[in-house]
Nanobody, 121 residues
């Protein structure tokens, strides 16, 4: 199994920055992609940023140019640097891992517990 623990959320003023971290633990897993989702109040969860094992990234249109997803393989940690934050970025942010126990196994989804990001003056 894989466990994900997020950190780095908080309250920030519009225009400010935050960096979210997601540390992955577990044994014998092959990760295929790491993703950040968010769920604004009263809305559905949406995909914000993705990072594949090969290093490809993808972003929601609403965050392109402001958010950057990256990884530190030595620390088993994925980050999302968020800049120029807007009130509409307020949400609970979730780390997601798509992984498999072996190269030929079906993918498994794991989720972190979520971290609150509030953008407000």
């Amino acid at each position: 199994q894989v466990q994900l623990v997020e950190s780095g959320g908080g309250l920030v003023q519009p225009g400010g920055s935050l960096r979210l971290s997601c540390t992955i633990s577990g044994s014998r897993f092959i990760w295929r992609s790491m993703n950040w989702y968010r769920q604004p109040p009263g809305k559905q969860r949406e995909l914000v940023a993705s990072l594949t094992f090969g290093g490809s990234t993808n972003y929601a249109d609403s965050v392109k140019g402001r958010f950057t997803i990256s990884r530190d393989s030595a620390k088993n940690t994925v980050y999302m640097q968020m800049s120029s934050l807007k009130p509409e970025d307020t949400a609970v942010y979730y780390c997601n891992s798509v992984w498999a126990p072996s190269p030929i196994s079906a993918s498994v989804n794991s989720w972190g517990q979520g971290t609150q990001v509030t953008v407000s003056s």
